[in-house]
């Protein structure tokens, strides 16, 4: 079978067989430094589909970037097919500041498709609809909790094709949760443009997760085998199927004050369970906070400083047959056991 062509990218062609990374020019800043979007293609010698997996949309979200670059090492992509276009920081300017936000304040998950004449945030949104969105057949979009909460690790996804919805159970993430997609979002303008793109949360900002790292990267290689891209070799097959939600709901803090949370993430809750106690700083008021209904615990505050109203813990909604707790238990073992994938694993 001969070599497929070149892959063409912004003003680069990567030849069939190789890996190069290539820059997109962005903008200029003020004190006239230029800034590009880095994108590492991985060009396989026989031909496939062509997968995305970007990282940090929110400039604060880095857990995907460790993702991505464990993902570019893996030995499966020796004998890629098909096309894999990496980029693990798409808000560069976020990135360097430790924040959601591009300069401009706008969040760049909101301004999708973009537009070439638009603002900065709107210009970026363009540049990766264009180059990478309209090269691709399927795409990962790696985020995590804002900073000061967590998230179980999950697949959100609003499938168009039936396909996509099995791809989000291949990944394997404890949780897939059915949602709409956002106005604005890389999702809904993907979608639109027919590519369907999982979103996968996990962990939280501005810090590092073990647990959701691996689950990050051995879902990826999960979706890349699956569609034929790399062999299994070295892939853990999937040992229980994701728990599916369709519906989630956050529970609120009933008054201000100081939280002790009773309740962490992956665990299953039962309507009436007390998730945690809100107390004011004199030890005079204590303030059960009660889970309104059953459920999975897929996202919660770190902070032990609530604000009457605070979203405090973020419940699924599960189907009356699903047993989350052994699920959970299932896939951490099995993430525990996973083969290292190099030598700077353990955080």
Known sequence: MPDQSAFQIGKHRVPAGIRRTVDLPVSVLSDHTPVSMSVHVAHGRRPGPTLFVS????????????????????????KLKGTLLAIPIVNA?????????????????????????????SRLAHIFMTEIVGRSDVGVDLHSAAVHRTNLPQIRVTPSKPETMALAEVFGAPVVLTSKTRPGSLRQSAQDRDVDVLLYEAGEGLRFDEFAVRAGVTGILRIMHHLKMVSARGITKLKAPPIRSSSSFWQRAPAGGLLRAFKTIGDEVSKGDVLGIISDPFGEMDTEILAEEDGLLIGRSNLPIANEGDGLFHIARLRRNDDAGATIDSLTNQLNEDPLFDEDEII
């Open 55 to 78: 990282a940090a949309i929110h400039g604060d979200e880095i857990i995907g970037v460790e993702i991505v670059r464990r993902l570019l090492r893996a030995p499966s992509l020796d």
């Open 93 to 121: 300017y976020g990135f360097m500041n430790h924040s959601r936000y591009l300069p401009d304040r706008r969040d760049l998950n909101r301004v999708f498709p973009g537009s070439p004449q638009g603002s900065l945030a």
